[in-house]
């Protein structure tokens, strides 16, 4: 696997204070992409123990809620097999940390891998230019659904996924609602 950065104290990309892995590899080419740099899976850096460490530097600190998996795409082939060993280390080591997991396949298509054990929140769906909307919290375009896989994976995966909610305030969403 490779990845192109390593964001530390991010507030956009889920719920608190988190670490963002930007991995490297992504087919799905959405126009408008924020970060099309990260589409070639040969781009970047090697995910190698040094970035792992970092990664858990960051986490060791008890103000950082969680890691979160952006790039490009982390379920990107290139990239499965090291996101699953990954993301089953940092629940293994904080368990209290939640894992947040972007990518443009839809929760249909990758419910079943094994690495959804393991991660907290799916952010799943292509960007989608049209249905875009800056006022969404933790996603770019309408069409992507912000999924509770813990809650989602309890009814078997069946139907359609639970969303994520939280309670929160501010002038363009009411308190209570999902996302």
């Known amino acids: 696997m490779r990845y192109h950065d390593i964001t530390k104290d991010d507030m956009k990309n889920g719920d608190g204070l988190r670490v963002v892995l930007w991995v490297a590899g992504c087919g799905h080419h959405c126009p408008e992409c924020h970060n099309p740099l990260t589409w070639d899976p040969e781009g970047g850096l090697v995910f190698d123990s040094a970035a792992r460490q970092e990664i858990f530097d960051q986490l060791d600190k008890s103000y950082i809620s969680g890691l979160t998996l952006s790039g490009g795409d982390p379920l990107h082939p290139a990239n499965r097999a090291e996101v699953t060993e990954l993301v089953r280390q940092v629940k293994r080591r904080y368990p209290q940390k939640t894992v947040w997991l972007y990518t443009g396949y839809p929760w ?24 875009k909307d800056p006022k969404l919290l933790w996603k770019g375009s309408k069409n992507q659904r912000v999924i509770d896989v813990p809650a989602t994976l309890l009814r078997d995966g069946a139907g359609e996924p639970v969303l994520y909610c939280m309670d929160y305030e501010n002038e363009n969403r009411e308190k209570g609602t999902c996302r």
């Open 108 to 131: 249909e298509q990758v419910c079943s891998l094994p690495v959804m054990r393991d991660v907290d929140v799916c952010v799943d769906g292509k960007f989608l230019r049209e249905e």
